[in-house]
T-cell receptor, first 113, second 112 residues
Framework: GENVEQHPSTLSVQEGDSAVIKCTYS??????FPWYKQELGKRPQLIID?????GEKKDQRIAVTLNKTAKHFSLHITETQPEDSAVYFC????????????FGQGTTLQVKP | NAGVTQTPKFQVLKTGQSMTLQCAQD?????MSWYRQDPGMGLRLIHY???????DQGEVPNGYNVSRSTTEDFPLRLLSAAPSQTSVYFC???????????FGPGTRLTVL
């Protein structure tokens, strides 16, 4: 089955710096890659997703890149702000089959003011 | 719309007890899932359903049962609770596979 590895497990940056979180997946048939943000004590919420027919997607300060050959994808946050502090999860799914969404272990991002 | 709702919010069980975690959604979503969240281990898929009457196992199904008799409801049953099942449980739903999953508020379960 699918396995998703996420690094780093913790990341601390200064406000205004960029943050990058990387994930690798094992199933080459996976074609949907969402990213979720979970604030302390809250439920996970989708912040951006990408499908395998696209190499990059941006939404304001957030971007995701996908390298299908290497089976890895990354989340990029620019101009970080204290409210970006949270746990971020990547995930992978094969939508043509069961559609099971398998998550990485999570990255705790701390943005220092 | 209430979105995805879960009850109870908190629960304490003794080893060997059984219970059902309730999950409901009012968005007419076909796809529903149960996850457990433990520190450092992310969100692990327990069971999922692609529609009413259809369920399947996820990554960590042992000790849990599910059923999906209606589109709206997807209860998770703990058959005989064990301390290893102490966790935060999230239910999620999406319109279809490969679409945004909306999560419920979670149930914090402690098994003594």
């Amino acid at each position: 089955g699918e396995n998703v590895e996420q690094h780093p497990s913790t990341l601390s940056v200064q406000e205004g710096d960029s943050a990058v979180i990387k994930c690798t997946y094992s199933d080459s048939a996976s074609n949907y890659f969402p990213w979720y943000k979970q604030e302390l004590g809250k439920r996970p919420q989708l912040i951006i997703d990408i499908r395998s027919n696209v190499g990059e997607k941006k939404d304001q300060r957030i971007a995701v890149t996908l390298n299908k050959t290497a089976k890895h994808f990354s989340l990029h946050i620019t101009e970080t702000q204290p409210e970006d502090s949270a746990v971020y999860f990547c995930a992978a799914s094969q939508t043509s089959n069961t559609g099971k969404l398998i998550f990485g272990q999570g990255t705790t991002l701390q943005v220092k003011p | 719309n209430a979105g995805v709702t879960q009850t109870p919010k908190f629960q304490v069980l003794k080893t060997g007890q059984s219970m059902t975690l309730q999950c409901a959604q009012d968005m007419n979503h076909e796809y529903m899932s149960w996850y457990r969240q433990d520190p450092g281990m992310g969100l692990r898929l327990i069971h999922y359903s692609v529609g009413a009457g259809i369920t399947d196992q996820g990554e960590v199904p042992n000790g849990y049962n599910v059923s999906r008799s209606t589109t709206e409801d997807f209860p998770l049953r703990l058959l005989s609770a064990a301390p290893s099942q102490t966790s935060v449980y999230f239910c999620a739903s999406s319109y279809y596979r490969g679409y945004e999953q909306f999560f419920g508020p979670g149930t914090r379960l402690t098994v003594l």
